[in-house]
Antibody
Framework: QVQLVQSGAEVTKPGSSVKVSCKTS????????ISWVRQAPGQGFEWMGG????????HYAQKFQGRVTFTADESTSTAYMELSSLRSEDTALYYC????????????????WGQGTLVSVSS | HSALTQPASVSGSPGQSITIPCTGT?????????VSWYQQHPGTPPKLLIY???NRPSGVSDRFSGSKSGNTASLTISGLQAEDEADYYC??????????FGGGTKLTVL
């Protein structure tokens, strides 16, 4: 059973950065896309992009290009998402999600999800 | 890319069947059979119900089924039960390799 455990809630100020971690266990880490998806309060989901750990290859949604960085540490099976230049509209629950199939067949099917990390941006 | 279109809410009585549509374009839903559906209960992460339009992961009840016609995919829940009350989201792979979600549908079991 694949499990994804994310870091705790963050309270940040506008203009700052936040880094969220996502530690996986119970399955293969390196060959599966880890995506980051956010959910603003009372809203739907927004895909931010994903990373293939064994290739260190990241794909970012255009909206977040230049402001978000995904990294992965294969030695600890942990993925990271860093979002900079935070604004109030970035207040959301941030999820990591592992693809259902390995990256060769990855087509955006999110098979396992972390518990979510609440990032609050307020002055 | 705009979000996929879902009705904000649907409702049904126990034992009935309901269908939730998810409308996209020829660049996403209509382009490939890579539509998935997720169930989210309050305060919990989403759960994968359907992938590749029709397929259920092991452990998902066969009361949940998926279909697609043109640019619209649909999730059908048959034999509605109280525990099916939740939010449901569709998602699609797109021609530009981005992933799009629907706005979500709140299912109320009357």
């Amino acid at each position: 059973q694949v499990q994804l455990v994310q870091s705790g809630a963050e309270v940040t100020k506008p203009g700052s950065s936040v880094k969220v971690s996502c530690k996986t266990s119970g399955g293969t880490f390196s060959s599966y896309v880890i995506s980051w998806v956010r959910q603003a309060p009372g809203q739907g989901f927004e895909w931010m992009g994903g990373i293939i750990p064994e290739l260190n290859a990241a794909h970012y949604a255009q909206k977040f290009q230049g402001r978000v960085t995904f990294t992965a540490d294969e030695s600890t099976s942990t993925a990271y998402m860093e979002l900079s230049s935070l604004r109030s509209e970035d207040t959301a629950l941030y999820y990591c999600a592992r693809d259902y199939r390995d990256f060769h067949e990855s087509r955006g099917v999110f098979g396992s999800w972390g518990q979510g990390t609440l990032v609050s941006v307020s002055s | 890319h705009s979000a996929l279109t879902q009705p904000a809410s649907v409702s049904g009585s126990p034992g009935q069947s309901i269908t939730i549509p998810c409308t996209g374009t020829s660049n996403d839903v209509g382009a490939y059979n890579y539509v998935s559906w997720y169930q989210q209960h309050p305060g919990t992460p989403p759960k994968l119900l359907i992938y590749d339009v029709y397929n259920r992961p092991s452990g998902v009840s066969d009361r949940f089924s998926g279909s697609k016609s043109g640019n619209t995919a649909s999730l059908t829940i048959s034999g509605l039960q109280a525990e099916d009350e939740a939010d449901y989201y569709c998602a699609s792979y797109t021609k530009t390799s981005i992933r799009l979600f629907g706005g979500g549908t709140k299912l109320t079991v009357l």
